[in-house]
């Protein structure tokens, strides 16, 4: 049966009832009118060729609940028919059920006949009162024989729950303030209870805002749950649940609007960019670190970002720092994160760690391995590595323990690194430590390198945010607008290196606005620039730019971008647009492939000739010297060891490349290494060519894109 709560009173809900004394319907014999073509009467039905509605003939617990009287059928079988005849029967259901006075009552019905084998339906009656359980079965009748009821001997009898009515709206509450509007905070888990007043509610499927639809299951039938958010950016938020019970019928949707905050600052934060000299790390969040006699201030921070020092620390037993208290407590969720320069990578090194007793609560750090170092984070017992530390290269590490799904995870450089695993947090009253880790002989694990920008949070960090810590900002390196030229050189904007014009290259002026071509006859029609008021226009045959040295060191993060618009509609050889060589080829190019009808990005595997290539491109048709250019962009993110092409402000495509090569040759402009000289010489206009250090994002890919000067 099913009930309702109001407030503290439990209330049965409407039913339908079925009033009087017991109604038994008369079963019959479908009629003699139907001789018998069988020597031997139909077999017994089987449960397994049974269902009600969709569902298979099953009894007790595991009854089904139909929310409108169900479709009941039965596979039936004649008897042995006679010679020359086929077999036909009819189906003879029966249901029953006991009303809410306790009288049995049942319904029965029988099909026309059908040929053997073929399943006979039947639409139950539509006075069953919600609530109650019916059994039914079912016997198949041929002329004037019968099979036995599907529920006689071995069989059984098939039941079913009609559910008419629909469950009550749930109720949704704040866990965290009961009472109140909740405020939540990126971060920080929040917890809901959704109620519904009915009792028979077996689960809860919900929604926030943006979100997929889960379901929650109540621990019983018409019980609360909970549901938990981890809010991931700020701003309103919306949670919507539906209550379902066993028949699948839905409540109203309950709606909990609720405004979520910036995640919370760190607990603990100590930049590490004191003077030169200090003996203390000031703390712009908990207490200052004192500083071991190996750890020495004003080291160069990593490029890009906010840091203008770093500490460095000598890898010997004074190679610490410490506020002398614990920086978070360590049996909730937390975060613990820094930027680490390792000076070598065949010991086990610590950045952080946090002491419990004769061993580490946690412990953030560099670990090796037979198949090489790794980055790794160490909660308890268990840990979670990956990424490769390389010496003299910087990395931004991330440690997650989140105590709500008993989970450790681990960043480097803003992504998810190894495989996060199940951890047991150990409680932690012991002292906050900076370049070493505890254990049972005293401390170990001493860091050789560099850290700075040490952060501990009593929250999750969500991706977001750990990306953006993780971030270094490209830095511009080179812009050549090439609109002017005094004796074959064209300047960069910002007074860095110039770019030599080769023989076949010229710098194009757009019309000055001194006349206009459509009034004046006189004036001439000159072209406008790609950007600007100027652009580089080469011949295809010795035309090309080049700087004096190397602009671009690409076997760290850089990217390079041009607009690029091709003379011929049919070019007969592929040209590119830029390239930087090392020893023996092109580090890098970007050129259009006439027999790919492609913009290419062409990265050599190897420093040799004829060395294996990485190849990722963009089909695109040929200008014919008309129209716009294409803005072309290389960005290579060493951290992520991706490559990827940009065509027109948009990702063309992206591919793997582990190691970048060295490169010592000049940026070229127009042309390629070929052999012993060059060749793949650019015919058409050439404009706008940045170049940086870092990896640019997409964003700031697409605004390079926009032809502005």
């Not at 002292?431 to 040490?454: K, L």
């Not at 495509?653 to 042309?671: F, K, N, Y």
Request: glycine residues 12%; proline residues 7%.
């Amino acid at each position: 049966m099913k009930y309702m709560r109001s407030r503290g009173t439990w209330g049965r809900r409407h039913r339908l009832v079925t009033g009087g004394l017991a109604t038994l319907a008369l079963l019959t014999a479908p009629g003699a009118a139907h001789a018998s073509t069988a020597d031997l009467p139909p077999p017994q039905p089987l449960v397994q060729d049974l269902k009600t509605g969709l569902n298979p003939c099953i009894a007790g617990a595991q009854r089904p609940y139909e929310g409108w009287p169900p479709v009941l059928s039965a596979v039936l079988y004649a008897g042995e028919a006679k010679p020359g005849s086929v077999g036909k029967v009819a189906a003879q259901f029966e249901a029953w059920w006991t009303d809410a006075q306790g009288v049995e009552q049942r319904r029965s019905f029988t099909t026309p006949r059908l040929a053997s084998g073929s399943r006979h339906t039947w639409r139950t009656a539509d006075d069953i009162p919600d609530g109650t359980v019916v059994s039914w079965r079912v016997r198949a009748v041929e002329g004037a024989a019968v099979s036995p009821w599907s529920d006689a001997g071995q069989g059984a009898p098939c039941e079913f729950v009609l559910d008419e009515v629909s469950p009550e709206k749930p109720v949704i509450t704040s866990t965290d303030t009961p009472g109140e509007q909740y405020t939540g905070s990126v971060g920080v888990y929040a917890k809901f209870t959704a109620d519904s007043p009915s009792d028979d509610v077996v689960a809860y499927r919900y929604t926030f805002l943006g979100g997929t639809t889960l379901t929650e299951h109540p621990a019983e039938p018409g019980g609360p749950v909970t549901l938990r958010r981890l809010p991931l950016r700020s701003g309103p938020d919306r949670l919507e649940v539906t209550a379902v019970d066993p028949s699948g019928r839905t409540s109203a949707v309950a709606t909990y609007d609720f405004m979520v905050d910036e995640g919370r600052p760190a607990v603990a934060h100590w930049s590490l960019a004191d003077p030169a000299g200090s003996t203390t790390a000031a703390a712009l969040a908990g207490t200052a670190a004192q500083a071991g006699p190996g750890v020495t201030f004003g080291a160069e921070a990593p490029r890009g970002t906010s840091l203008t020092n770093v500490a460095g620390f000598d890898g010997t037993s004074g190679s610490h720092l410490s506020p002398g208290a614990p920086a978070v407590g360590t049996g909730g969720t937390y975060t613990v994160s820094a930027w680490a320069r390792p000076s070598r990578t065949d010991a086990d090194m610590t950045v952080a760690s946090q002491d419990a007793g004769s061993a580490p609560g946690f412990a953030l750090g560099l670990r090796t391995q037979e198949a090489g170092a790794v980055w790794s984070f160490a909660v308890g017992g268990a840990t979670v590595s990956g990424g490769a530390p390389r010496t003299g290269e910087w990395a931004h590490l991330l440690g997650i323990y989140d105590a709500e799904t008993g989970r450790a995870r681990l960043y480097v450089n803003g992504r998810e690194a190894g495989t996060e695993t199940e951890a047991a947090p150990v409680s932690s009253a012991g002292a906050f430590q900076i370049g070493r880790a505890r254990n049972s002989d005293g401390y170990r694990d001493h860091w050789h390198g560099r850290i700075g920008d040490v952060r501990v949070h009593d929250r999750v960090v969500v991706p977001a945010e750990a990306a953006e810590l993780a971030h270094r900002a490209a830095t511009s390196l080179g812009r050549w607008s090439m609109e002017t030229s005094t004796d074959g050189v064209s300047p960069e904007r910002n007074g860095g290196q110039p770019l030599t014009l080769g023989s076949g290259a010229t710098i194009h002026r757009g019309p000055d606005g001194s006349c206009i071509p459509d009034i004046d006859p006189d004036c001439p029609d000159v072209p406008y620039a790609l950007v600007g008021d100027g652009h580089l226009q080469l011949d295809g045959a010795n035309g090309h730019a080049t700087t004096g040295t190397t602009v671009v060191e690409t076997e760290d993060s850089f990217s390079v971008s041009a607009f690029a618009r091709l003379a011929d509609s049919a070019p007969e050889h592929p040209m590119t647009v830029l390239s930087q060589a090392g020893v023996h080829t092109d580090v890098f190019k970007v050129r259009y492939d006439p027999a790919a009808h492609a913009w290419q990005l062409v990265m050599a595997l190897r420093d040799e000739p004829n060395a294996p290539e990485q190849v990722v491109h963009q089909s695109a048709m040929p200008h014919g010297g008309t129209g716009p250019a294409d803005h072309l962009a290389v960005v290579y993110d060493d951290d992520a060891d991706l490559i990827t092409l940009y065509v027109g402000g948009q990702k063309a495509m992206t591919a793997t490349l582990p190691e970048g090569l060295r490169s010592t040759g000049a940026l070229q402009i127009g042309r390629a290494k070929a052999g012993d000289g060059w060749g793949e010489y650019f015919r058409g206009d050439v404009d706008e060519v940045r170049a940086f250090v870092g990896a640019l994002t997409p964003s700031e890919v697409q605004k390079l894109a926009l032809p502005v000067d």
